[in-house]
Every structure is written in C-alpha cells, then in structure tokens.
C-alpha cells in the first residue's frame, strides 16, 4: 500500500535535507539521555540582588562550546557564554588560520561530549553520504567552523558574540566581569568563570625580541592578525620562524602574488616529528594530571625542545609556487624600518630587506599575562614557583605556564592571598603543563570538558550543601500514596 501523502512528502523533504533528518536523530539521542538534565544549584544573589550565573564562559570558540554543553550536561543550565567575535568568526579557523584544511586526522571525535550523533563524521556524512565522507582527506577549516557551529545550535548553547570580557576582578564567592557589549560597559557577576579565550589569551602573540614594535602594521604583522595579502602582490615578504604557521602564511602570500618570500629560520634543520600526535592518546589525557610534577616536567621539556614541523601538505603547498628560499640556521637578530622597507640584521653583519615581514613565532604562554586579570595576573602561581627543576632541564619559558588545580583552577602564589582566584577556570592550552593537553587541541577535547564540568560541579554542590539539603528536606514526594501502607503522618518524620 503506497504511504499517505503526508508521508510521502516528508519522505521527499528528507531527501532533499539530510542534515534536518540528521537533527531529528540528534534530538533524539539528547532525548534519550535527558538533555538537558534538570538544573539543581541555588539560586545566588550577587552584590547588586541579581541572581548570578553559576558560570560565566569566556570564549565560544570550540573549547567554550565544548566547556559550555559539558557543563549543561552535569545540570548546570544557569550559565552565560560570551564572544568578542561576531557569530561565526570565533576562533582561528575562518580567520587567520590560513591552511587549507585542518592538521588532525579526519576521523577525530570532534566535540560530541558522547554523543555519537553529534561527532563530525555524522555531521558530515549528514551532509556529504558516506562516500562523501571517504573521499574526505582533511577537513576544511570552514567545515570546521561550521561543525562547531552547529554543535554549539544542537546544544542550545547561549552564547552573546560580540560581548568582550575587559576585567575579571574575583572576590569572596563571585568574580566580577566587565563586559563591553553592543549595549555599552555592563557589569555581571558570576559564581565561577571558565576562561575558554584560546591560543592567544594566556600571553598573547609572541614578537621575539629585537623586532621593532613600530613595524607594525604598516610593514609587518603577526600571523594571528587580519594580513591584507592582495597588497603584498609584487612584493618581497620575510617571514619569521618555521612552524606550520610560518609556512601557511608563506603560501598564502605567494598564492596571492608576492614576488617572493624568504623564511628565517634559527633551527639547521626542521624538526622531523610531531610528538604532539605521538601523544595524542588517551592514556597521555586522562593520565597526566596525576603524575607527579617532575615527571609532567620531563615529558613537557622533552616535547617543548623537539618542537613540531609543519604538515607535509604545508610544505608542499608552498614549495609549488616559485619565489620561496629557506634560511636556516639564520636567527634574525633585530628588525627595523628603512623608509619602506624592513631591515633584518641577520648574524655575522648581515642584512636582509623586505617589503613587509610576516612574524610567525606562535604564542607565549604566561600566566602572569592573562589579560583580563591585569595588574593581579601577577598573583597568578606558576610552575616556576611551585617546581624546581633539575639544572639540565630548565627552561624559562615553561616555568610561566600557570599552575593549576586539578579542575583547571587558578592559584595564588601566595595561598589565601587573592579570595576567589579559584573561582576562574583556565581551559586552554595554558593548562598543559598542569593537566595535559586535554584544553589545547582537537583530539582532547572531549576529555577536557568533561573534567572540566566534573569539576565545576563538585565545587557547586559543596557551596550549595545548605540548600541542596533543605531541598532534599523539602522533597516530600509520597512514593506509597497508592498502597494500603500509606502513612501520611510519617513523610516529614521517618
Ligand atoms: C592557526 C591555528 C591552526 C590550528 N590548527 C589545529 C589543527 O589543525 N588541529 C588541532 O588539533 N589544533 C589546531 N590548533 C590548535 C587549537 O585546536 C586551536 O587553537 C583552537 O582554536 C583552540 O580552541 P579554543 O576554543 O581554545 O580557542 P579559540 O578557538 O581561539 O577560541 C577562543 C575564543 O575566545 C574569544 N575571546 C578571547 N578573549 C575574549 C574576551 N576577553 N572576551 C570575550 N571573548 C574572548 C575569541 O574571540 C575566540 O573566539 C590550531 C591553532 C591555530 C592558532
């Protein structure tokens, strides 16, 4: 017997939208596992009788989308998330990410918090079939977005872009953030603060020393920055270190038309192995937090001196285009500007010229930098005050990145000194000396954010004990009302 109509029209709509078919399995998979759970902290005034959130999420990039529905997922739905970015353009990968697809494997989770629905594969074969998903080679960057886009709608996540966390002043029970947001200054208070503000948001961008600040903008740039590449058409770029961000800048530039780029690079060769992949496992994420400090030490200094090299495709991406010299062995020692040229002292007296130069050196982790904190990220403890390592294995640069409590906490150097400084939550790749690299890349984020929300959680029910048992004492549900051993009397009384 042929469908009804009605049927027969869904069926054709269906075929027509795949993904809406693969929404409906995504509502329903949250269904079954009764998403979202109910909410259960107290409601907590603030200073000016406001409620307060339970948390504040700063950053909805994919960290901040993974923070936010993790935390949803505990019973935690009194939560705010805040973008600076407009919709759409959180994040590196639509901005100044400027690689063709991603550098992880295809077949990571992505973001599903567990739910298998809500991985990328799913999403994308929602999308592209199967055989779409089989001719994949790595995902595009704007799939990317998009992918943490739409986590971010099927959670119901509620995040305002375009509000900008300026200050975080903590206190006794509460952090104060003040917002820029489209409305103007706003002030909100909130019981706990996760600080999902990304690469750049522990340190900033890294300019080694001797690069003339007044370069910028007008002859040079860091690659974390909006770069206007159909200007340096014709031109001669320099480019500053070796990274996959370096050599994804190179191509981009020579794509568009720079009559040559010269990579600087201090190393005399490229590193050969990512050992960051090599530990992308789940024993390295769920076994780093526990491991005593020295050990976290040896691993984090055997890594950080290994560094990673660029993806193969990078490599290979740029050197198809002609006009592109490495330098290795070729620290540039200082750069300054000559009327319209940069000038880099190069060593032995050398010099190089260009017409713009591309500082692509990464980002510095240090938690005595946290630009919301200003002045009192001083406070902030770091590992080089909490750990000395043995001579051989110093390294300055580590001994900034903050140390933190197992569920992403910040410490005061001196304990007690700064009330509520544990309140904010630091989920990002500042947190990988600490905890691993479960708030740095893709592959562990799911791990992160469910560490993070355990976390969140127990610290909530342990400040809500008053009102968690008066409303346990309050919950008089009477389970027997229809038995013969019903005993109305004895339901406040046991
Ligand atoms: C160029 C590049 C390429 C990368 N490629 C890969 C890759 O292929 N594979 C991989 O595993 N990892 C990759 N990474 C590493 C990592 O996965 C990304 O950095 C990823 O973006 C981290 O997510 P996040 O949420 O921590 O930070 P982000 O995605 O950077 O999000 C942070 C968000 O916080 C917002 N924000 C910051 N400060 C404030 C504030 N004060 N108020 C309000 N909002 C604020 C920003 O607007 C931003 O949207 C790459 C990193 C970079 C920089």
């Excluded at 794509?255 to 050992?275: F, Y």
């Amino acid at each position: 017997m042929a469908p009804p109509p009605a049927l027969r029209q869904n069926a054709a709509m269906d075929a027509l939208d795949p993904l809406a078919v693969h929404e409906r399995r995504v509502a329903r998979d949250l269904a079954l596992l009764n998403y979202p759970p109910a909410n259960w902290t107290a409601t907590v005034l603030g200073p000016d009788g406001a409620p307060m959130p339970d948390v504040l999420v700063v950053g909805a990039g994919m960290y901040g989308v993974a923070a936010a529905g993790a935390l949803r997922m505990k019973g935690l739905g009194n939560i705010q998330v805040v973008d600076a970015a407009p919709a759409g353009l959180e994040g590196p990968w639509v901005t100044f990410a400027r690689m063709e697809t991603l550098r992880s494997p295809k077949h990571l989770p992505g973001i599903p918090l567990g739910v298998p629905s809500l991985t990328f594969r799913a999403w994308y074969e929602a999308r592209h079939g199967e055989a779409g998903w089989e001719r994949l080679y790595k995902i595009p960057n704007a799939d990317w977005q998009d992918y943490i886009l739409w986590v971010r709608r099927m959670l119901d996540l509620p995040v305002r872009n375009g509000v900008a966390v300026r200050r975080l002043a903590p206190a006794e029970g509460r952090v104060t953030a003040h917002l820029a947001t489209p409305e103007g200054e706003r002030v909100l208070h909130a019981r706990r603060v996760v600080l999902a503000t990304g690469r750049a948001g522990t340190g900033g961008a890294f300019i080694p020393p001797g690069i003339d600040p007044a370069l910028v903008p007008r002859l040079a740039a860091h690659s974390s920055v909006a770069i206007d590449f159909a200007a340096l058409r014709g031109r001669r770029v320099a480019v500053l270190g070796a990274g996959a961000s370096a050599w994804d800048n190179a191509a981009t530039a020579l794509e568009a038309g720079a009559a040559s780029v010269d990579m600087h690079v201090r190393r005399r060769h490229l590193p050969q192995v990512n050992k960051g992949r090599g530990s992308a496992s789940m024993g390295f994420f769920e076994g780093w937090a526990g491991l005593p400090p020295a050990e976290k030490w040896r691993l984090l200094a055997y890594m950080h001196d290994l560094q990673a090299p660029p993806p193969h495709e990078t490599v290979l991406r740029t050197l198809r285009n002609d006009g592109f010299r490495i330098h290795f062995a070729t620290p540039v020692l200082a750069a300054r500007a000559a009327g319209a040229e940069v000038v880099l002292t190069l060593p032995e007296g050398r010099e190089a010229r260009a017409d713009f130069l591309i500082i692509g050196t990464g980002f510095v982790v240090d938690g005595g930098r946290i630009a919301e904190l200003g002045d009192l990220s001083a406070e902030v403890a770091l590992w080089g005050d909490r750990y000395d390592p043995p001579a051989a294995l110093r390294r300055p640069e580590l001994a900034r990145f903050p140390w933190l409590g197992e569920g992403f906490e910040l410490e005061p150097r001196q304990p007690g000194a700064v009330p509520g400084l544990g309140r904010i939550h630091l989920f990002s790749h500042a947190a990988m000396a600490s905890l691993g690299a479960i708030a740095s890349d893709i592959p562990g984020a799911s791990v992160g954010a469910e560490r993070l929300a355990h976390a969140v959680a127990q610290h909530l029910f342990r400040e809500d004990l008053g009102a968690v048992r008066a409303a346990l004492e309050a919950f008089a549900e009477p389970e027997l009302e229809a038995t013969p051993f019903f005993v109305p009397d004895a339901i406040a009384r046991p």
